[in-house]
């Protein structure tokens, strides 16, 4: 009993066209081979390292972190020098309110004459010496 040509499209998966050693062509059930190794195209068959897929993952981050802070930086650079201005005019306002307090503590002293008198006794070599300060 002879059975009619299957088309290709309905061939049953695991099943091939086979040549027999006698010439005839048949179809038969056959084992799947397994598909060659695929070797990577620079030849070298060892796998990349995980430092180095974290590294290459990392650096267009820091990369676009660093341009990032650059911009930020050159936007606040205005109000950064504004503030160190600022900074300086009250160092400066500081220093000037130092100068006029010890020039007015200065002009005060003159004026004040300052007499303070001291009275110390001590009792032999090595007494206890005791004294008094009379600030009129």
Do not use: D
């Not at 799947?32 to 974290?54: F, N």
């Not at 004040?112 to 206890?128: D, E, K, M």
Request: glycine share 12%; charged share 5%.
């Amino acid at each position: 009993m002879a059975y009619p040509p299957l088309p290709v499209s309905e061939i049953p998966p695991g099943v091939e066209v086979v040549t027999l050693p006698g010439g005839a062509r048949t179809l038969a059930y056959t084992q799947p081979t397994a598909p060659p190794p695929v070797v990577p195209v620079g030849g070298g068959g060892q796998p990349i390292p995980v430092w180095a897929k974290t590294v290459a993952l990392l650096a267009p981050t820091i990369g676009f972190g660093v341009a990032a802070a650059g911009v930020g930086i050159s936007y606040a650079a205005p109000g950064v020098i504004a503030v160190s201005h600022a900074l300086w005019a009250a160092v400066a306002f500081i220093a000037a309110g130092g100068i006029a307090a010890c020039s007015v503590v200065r002009a005060l002293r003159r004026r004040v004459p300052a007499h303070i008198t001291q009275n110390i006794t001590a009792n032999g070599l090595f007494g206890r010496a005791n004294g008094t300060i009379n600030n009129p």
